[in-house]
């Protein structure tokens, strides 16, 4: 099948690179987000996808919006049997869906019904989900309601961030995204309506989702550090300045710590939690790069009675 491939991140690459190497289709361009400010040079920078189709000598499409008449004008001279997406990051108005003959074909990071929106990693890590995976399905006007084409599962670790769950699932999910175009190129494989039941939403996370309220569980704290990680990145305040925090490990066999209490040692920096303690492995000061969290408190000499948060 002839494709416009539709991404923007890095986690796309992996499923852009899979129908690159496809010899039973052919990629003939790719739509993506214009090119956007990064660094503190803040210049405009190419999207990862982007750059991946100028190497492969691709033509890159860049609507400022999907419903640009300019944008689809070409999209349909381009005459694409299918329009695979992985994270575009744009809503697609239904001229754009109409205009590839097998439509839009979305690889989602859930087990939908489960987790529809633009942060399903985050949130299944948050809920502390056993288990997720990725699903291909076509998309329609709805937020990832459309009929499913296939699905993989992938086991949560305990000590997964979404960083590290969303690279496997971008890599077990390529295979996935390519198996789809084989089956409807082919007519094997027919999408089938998502349950009525079981519908969970995944808005993306703020920098104020991010916040950790030392209050919650240990179990709770672990979860939204590693949910936060690497994006929006998990936090709280010391001495009324932000203090990310990169990595935090239950520590149940302490207890009696209040809530946000500092216990600092030469190789160990314990916080208060509204259940155990947690143990600060890492973490990153404004303005610093991450560093051991024993490391941090002895250069900031943690006093006896310090808390973290507010």
Known sequence: MRLVFAGTPEVAVPALDALLASDRHEVVAVVTRPDAPAGRGRRLVASPIAQRAAEAGIEILRPARPRDPDFQERLRALAPDCCPVVAYGALLPVSALAIPRHGWVNLHFSLLPAWRGAAPVQHAVLAGDDMTGASTFLIEEG????????????????????????????????GLLAATMDGIEDGSLHAVPQPLDGVTTAPKLTAEDAAVDWRAPALAVHRRVRACTPAPGAWTTFRGERLKLRQVT???????????????????????????????DWVQPQGKKPMRAADWARGVRVAPGEHLGG
């Open 250 to 280: 239950p520590a149940p066999d302490r207890t009696g710590q209040e809530p946000g209490a500092l216990d600092a040692g030469k190789q160990h920096v314990h916080v208060g939690t509204g259940s155990h303690s947690v143990e600060l």
């Open 143 to 174: 937020l990832d309601s459309g009929p499913v084409y296939g699905v993989i599962t992938e086991k949560i670790r305990p000590q997964d961030t979404s960083g590290d769950l969303l690279t496997r699932l971008a890599l077990a999910g390529s």
